[in-house]
């Protein structure tokens, strides 16, 4: 699987919006780009994946660079809950092991 | 509806002793998984089941962990002779079925702590 490459923390103010980058220049084909976060005291939270396409949720959306070496996940209104360890993973086909990095840590400010 | 739960949420074990730490995953998913993460660090991968059959078990650090899903449902992540070293939140997810298409959900983790 390929590996990732987060900045180590960042902060946002709230209700601005919170970019959060990831490189992945070793990302293969068939590979799919995932984000999950980490509030204190909890398990990890699944955000969102997407394969080539931008993709948006309720939560988030992710934006996917056309060569796929890079991605952003962007919380668009950034709030106080959303001060947690964000996670880049990228896995392959088959079953969805999870490789997490370090991270990173986000922290919204009023 | 309901999440995936883990039990005890905390453990306090003298080392030598074994511990049993348990996950009841999300109604009828296949898929479930054992992480271990260590004070400011990532979850780790320790091993993945898929219904009843434990098809990876290469995280498991040593062979005093040893993980079971007789059934297809819970779980229970066994510790023999714990050590210090064990002392960390164990993290069980489930996801419906295998593929990358499918997200893991999270429990709230098994903080155990080996004195």
């Known amino acids: 699987d390929a590996k990732t490459t987060q900045p180590p923390s960042m902060d946002c103010a709230e209700g601005r919006a919170a970019n959060l980058p990831c490189n992945h220049s070793t990302i293969s084909g068939n590979e799919y780009v995932y984000w999950y976060r980490q509030i204190h005291s909890q398990g990890p939270q699944y955000i969102i994946h997407g394969l080539k396409n931008n993709e948006t949720n309720e939560m988030a959306s992710l934006i996917i660079t056309e060569d796929r070496k890079s991605s952003t996940l962007i919380l668009p209104h950034a709030t106080l809950r959303d001060t947690a360890v964000y996670y880049c993973i990228v896995i392959a086909g088959g079953y969805n092991k999870l490789i997490f990095g370090a991270g990173t840590r986000l922290a919204v400010h009023p | 509806g309901a999440g995936v739960s883990q039990s005890p949420r905390y453990k306090v074990a003298k080392r030598g002793q074994d511990v049993a730490l348990r996950c009841d995953p999300i109604?009828?998913?296949?898929?479930l998984f054992w992480y271990q993460q260590a004070l400011g660090q990532g979850p780790e991968f320790l091993t993945y089941f898929q219904n009843e059959a434990q098809l990876d078990k290469s995280g498991l650090p040593s062979d005093r962990f040893f993980a079971e899903r007789p059934e297809g449902s819970v779980s229970t992540l066994k510790i023999q002779r714990t050590q210090q070293e064990d002392s960390a939140v164990y993290l069980c997810a489930s996801s419906l079925a295998g593929g990358t298409s499918y997200e893991q959900y999270f429990g709230p983790g098994t903080r155990l702590t080996v004195t």
């Open positions: 109604s009828g998913h296949v898929s």
